[in-house]
């Protein structure tokens, strides 16, 4: 390979030398489409002045700064706008494409993109070195010997060679089909209506999903990934609506567990606060189990199991001073034999014996203790006094007519 700095100063120069062919040049730097505002100023008038004899090829070379169509695509120019670039470039290939012209893609065959300070520093120039020759650090815009030889050669020469195959297919935009996209809308809006069967959480959830899906489906601009996901964010919201048997049966599940751990401390809770517990429970796990349950079922059984925790009475948490004081006025009474009968006397007694029993069983629930209380002062009531026999008064009255 020969030494760079024995080479020409331009890109045809490289690709006549390392092909053996010769060349001729007829272009003008800084030529345009347009009026230049100067003689031979324009690409036009550079064909014009070409000589008769048919060549083989024709090199245009050109890119953003001059806003030609061009047949070697130049590299990313960092000293150019990026959108700019991106819409000419598309314009060029559609026009490319539509009159059969062949083009070595710099642009979109290498990564020359001078945008890379690193890059624009090593493969452009400004100006040229002592030697005459290109050297670096330039702005971005015109590519060095160094740029040429790695970039340019290699995508033009292939270009050359077989032209044909170079003539640009120009992008056709995709279709964007929103199809699924809008029955999936029509799916979602029917769930989130069914506010009988989902949570409130969840429709909300779901809204927005499709508050965001809608924007996405008129968006004349949305790209198909972007309808896509918004397919799957729809999916995924309505295979996450969470039925309300189901946060009923999840709460019901709760509190199953709970009042089982509770019924267990009986040396915490009265026994008869306990068995309450126990028949809620047993109750509550029979709706639980049933698949057939409905959602009132359910929550009515989280009501009466939540109560039946809410009325655990702790030992000793009890009120029994009255059925302390019924005791004592009962035992006051029953000592009375000769004022009430014997029958009502037993009974009282056997008020006091059981209602005693209860004051001194600690487990006892207030239930137990004021139903005793009750009793023992029924009991009480029901006292039968004994009847006295009426006094003779015979003797007495003859008595007193004889005094007379």
Known sequence: MQDISTRKQDLQSFIAAAEGMEIQKFAVNGATIMDA???????EAQLSGSPEEQPDYVLFDGGTNDAQLVYTAVHKLGSRDN??????????????????VAVADVYGQTDLDTNDVNKKNDYTFDSLGANGLPGNNGSGTHP?????????VPVVTEALKDPASHIPEVE???TVDKTVLETKLNEAKAEAAKVDVYTENSI??????IQDAEAVFHDENAKQDQVNAQISALEEAMEALVPLIDEAKENLAALIAQAEAAVQQSEIYTEESLQALQSALDAAKMIYENPSASVDDVKGQCIALQKALDSLVEIGDTDRSALRNAIAAARAEVVKEDVYTAESLAELQHAIETAQRVLDDMTAGQEAIDEQTELVNTALKNLVKQEIPSADRTALD???NEAR
């Open 172 to 174: 056709v935009p995709p």
């Open 83 to 100: 959108d700019v670039q991106e819409k000419l470039r598309a314009i060029e290939l559609a026009v490319c494409r539509k009159y059969g």
């Open 37 to 43: 505002g100067y003689e031979g100023g324009q690409i």
């Open 144 to 152: 060095n010997l160094k740029a040429i030889e790695e970039f340019y």
């Open 398 to 400: 003859a008595k007193v």
């Open 204 to 209: 909300a959830k779901l809204n927005k999903v």
